[in-house]
């Protein structure tokens, strides 16, 4: 098939997919599939039932070292020193001028082991970055190339990984993990109650070539809850109800926390500051120029990315970051950039959507709250 004449990285499950004749497309340089059936189905499985993700494109650092939270404490926003070992935590990297690297699941194992998932198309980024400031006291391992990753979502999630790593990952809370070492089938899996999709559920971090083993262990687990197989595109449709943001689209290098209202992921009185801390507390001190804001469409169509966004004065204010029909509200809904003295929540923007300048309301981006 054409997709093996191409130069594109592999998941582990790339075997299972062209055996299984699962359509591939080029999804930021990795071959994988944008959806097993039907969008929309694999969208609805999720909020309903429980879907399953291959997500090992994404990337795997390993810091360790005595020093490992002071050091890494001073290239992310968050603060590791506030969690407990079997916690994680979201949190960004930022450049000296505040703009954001990436956005990151931290994952603290001890207070000198830690396991860091920056998104597929940083990785390289963030390992260049974190080696760039390895002063000795830290070492710094990338295993993106050793480590598969499998998402289990919805509601039913907790039913199929139970059923597979036992009943102690029911007592797992929110952004905590534990390393499954004493299942029959599998070794070292971390298993982590975290996710993408706004819905309950867990993300498996499994050696390389038990990979495909997992996700036929969770297919047959989830028989009895008609679990879904699904592709990155439910996973964008789902992330985007959620009002989770997508890096190279709604966060970039020239988009900073407070503009991305993230300040939440930035804590600003850590033992030392974090490259960017300046930065952005001057911004926080004379305010922010441009703000991140969620919206609905008043009317018929559907608002995508790069769309320009206008006020009742025809002037142009911002553009669409993120934009979809939502399968489970019914509604055209996304993300845009604005500059923040146009506009407030609750207000009514234009969007251009193809020939038609298309009325929004600007909302919390909390969608599926509404």
């Given at each position: ?145 050793e480590t598969g990753l499998i998402a289990i979502q ?106 991305a209202g993230l300040r939440f992921a930035v804590k ?96 919390k981006k909390t969608f599926l709250k509404q």
């Amino acid at each position: 098939m054409s997709i093996e004449e191409t130069q594109l990285k592999r998941t582990p499950l790339y075997d299972y997919y062209t055996k299984n004749d699962i359509k591939l497309v080029d999804f930021g340089s990795w071959a994988l599939p944008i959806q097993f059936t039907k969008l929309i189905d694999e969208h609805h499985a999720v909020r309903e039932r429980v879907g399953l993700f291959d997500v090992s494109h994404m990337g795997e650092i390993e810091v360790k070292g005595d020093q490992a939270t002071t050091w890494l404490n001073k290239l992310i926003t968050n603060d590791l020193s506030a969690i407990d070992s079997g916690q994680a935590l979201y949190t960004l990297v930022t450049k000296e001028t505040g703009g954001i690297l990436d956005d990151i699941i931290i994952f603290k194992k001890s207070d000198t082991d830690y396991l860091l998932t920056p998104n597929a198309s940083n990785t390289e980024k963030i390992r260049n970055w974190l080696l760039s400031h390895q002063d000795g006291s830290v070492t710094i391992e990338d295993q993106s190339l050793e480590t598969g990753l499998i998402a289990i979502q919805g509601p039913d999630a907790v039913d199929v990984v139970a059923s597979v790593f036992g009943e102690k990952v029911r007592d797992l809370k929110n952004y905590h993990f534990a390393v499954e070492t004493d299942s029959v089938d599998f070794t070292d899996v971390l298993v982590s109650r975290t996710g993408y999709t706004g819905e309950d559920g867990f993300e498996c971090y499994v050696k390389w070539d038990q990979t495909e083993d997992l996700w036929n262990a969770f297919k047959q687990a989830g028989n009895e809850y008609s679990i879904a197989e699904c592709g990155l595109g439910s996973r964008d449709t789902l992330r985007l109800e959620a009002g989770m943001p997508l890096y190279g689209h709604d966060l970039s290098e020239d988009i900073t926390p407070l503009e991305a209202g993230l300040r939440f992921a930035v804590k600003w009185d850590k033992a030392d500051k974090f490259i960017g801390q300046d930065a952005l507390e001057k911004q926080k001190e004379t305010g922010v120029d441009y703000l991140s804001r969620g919206f609905e469409l008043l009317e018929r169509g559907i608002a995508r990315e790069g769309y320009p966004v206008f006020n009742e004065s025809d002037e142009e204010i911002g553009v669409v970051t993120s934009g979809t029909q939502s399968p489970t509200l019914g509604k055209s809904i996304g993300f845009l950039r604005m500059k923040k003295a146009a506009g407030k929540l609750g207000d009514t923007v234009y969007i251009q959507v193809r020939k038609n300048k298309v009325p929004a309301q600007l909302i919390k981006k909390t969608f599926l709250k509404q």
